[in-house]
């Protein structure tokens, strides 16, 4: 199912991954740029996410919705909804196209504001992805850790690329006794954590 992916999907991928490649180096500023994950990545993160248990399918850092794009194929194939989160309201217009134009508004939900916000109150999570700036990530962990169901996964971009800056987060969720984790060589690096059951 990820290989065949539906045409107004695939046309809209094309346009963000060209969109993207051209971001990074054309001088555009940081803040802006869609620092979206590369397709390998997306491909891993809907297979992750379609065999993920039951539970919420959360997403931090939209952007302009590439990788929710492949989060919406698992949550499809589930039967369920994926909730996106975007601080930046540039970014979240640029999401709602992308979710109109392939089709998907069906089975996402965006949120504008800071998950960090939503996480401690919201449902249970079976699956999230975490792709959000990377001082975040760390008090993400401490609100998401005992929202995972057990079985539930959490996926965390930028553990290579991003290596020093994320290191505290690494060495804290590998050494948390409630997950199994661990750290995929894939597109820029993703760690996976598994809570326990």
């Known amino acids: 199912m990820f290989h065949d992916l539906p045409p107004a999907i695939a046309a809209r991928m094309r346009a963000l991954e060209s969109a993207d490649a051209l971001d990074r180096h ?3 500023p940081r803040p802006e740029r869609l620092r979206q994950i590369p397709p390998d990545t997306g491909r891993f993160l809907a297979l992750l996410a379609a065999g993920a ?6 997403e931090i850092g939209t952007s302009a919705g590439y990788s929710t794009l492949w989060l919406a194929l698992a949550a ?6 994926v909730t996106t989160y975007e601080v930046l309201e540039a970014k979240a217009a640029r999401a709602r196209e ?3 134009v392939a089709g998907v508004t069906d ?3 965006l949120v504008v504001g800071d998950a960090r916000e939503f996480l401690s109150t919201g449902p249970a999570i079976g699956f999230c992805f975490l792709d959000a700036e990377k001082e975040v990530y760390l008090d993400v962990w401490h609100e998401i850790a005992d929202a995972l169901v057990p079985g539930g996964l959490l996926v965390a971009d930028n553990i290579l690329s991003h290596a020093e800056e994320l290191a505290p987060f690494r ?6 006794e409630r997950v199994d984790a661990v750290v995929v ?3 820029k690096g993703e760690l996976v954590a598994r809570r326990r059951v």
């Open 26 to 28: 054309d001088g555009t």
């Open 53 to 58: 248990p039951e539970g919420a399918l959360v």
């Open 76 to 81: 499809r194939q589930r039967g369920c909804h």
């Open 98 to 100: 992308t979710f109109a």
């Open 107 to 109: 089975v996402v939900d």
């Open 171 to 176: 060495d804290t969720v590998l050494a948390d």
């Open 185 to 187: 060589p894939i597109g």
